[in-house]
């Protein structure tokens, strides 16, 4: 009885085993986002997929900020006329450089290093945040 019982156990812990993964997939946290080329001076591009803004200053180079407000997680957007941040869901207002101006968002956006790679490419980690004074220049 006691070897049948063990036999079970055993088959039963493969099965849960198998059953949960021990590896748990998400997007990548850094990844290519074209060449330098492919931004335009001006107005940040907005990266919907990856939900980040890529500026491009032609004096200060290149910066990536975050779009995912620090309140619950809604994309903010950017607006050209003040030049801040504005998330559709509660409100908050973020500056510039990503300060909150108006609540209830209680952090200020990220900002993400951004690199180029031997091939040209710009990268984007989102592991790494960085102070929104942080430029690449190309
Ligand atoms: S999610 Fe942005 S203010 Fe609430």
Known sequence: MAALCSAVGVSLGAVVRFLVPSVFYGPPQSFKIGNPGDFPYGPPT?????????????????????????????????????????????GSVFSPTGAVLHGPAPRPLNWFEITLTRDGQLRVD?????????RLMV
Not at 56 to 84: I, K, M, P, W
């Open 46 to 90: 907005f990266l919907a997929d990856e939900k980040i803004f890529v500026f491009r200053d032609r004096e200060r180079g290149f910066a990536v900020a975050s779009a995912v407000c620090t309140h619950l997680g809604c994309t903010v957007a950017y607006f050209q006329n003040d030049r801040d941040f504005h998330c559709p869901c509660h």
């Open 126 to 134: 989102k592991d790494k945040t960085v102070p929104p004074t942080y």
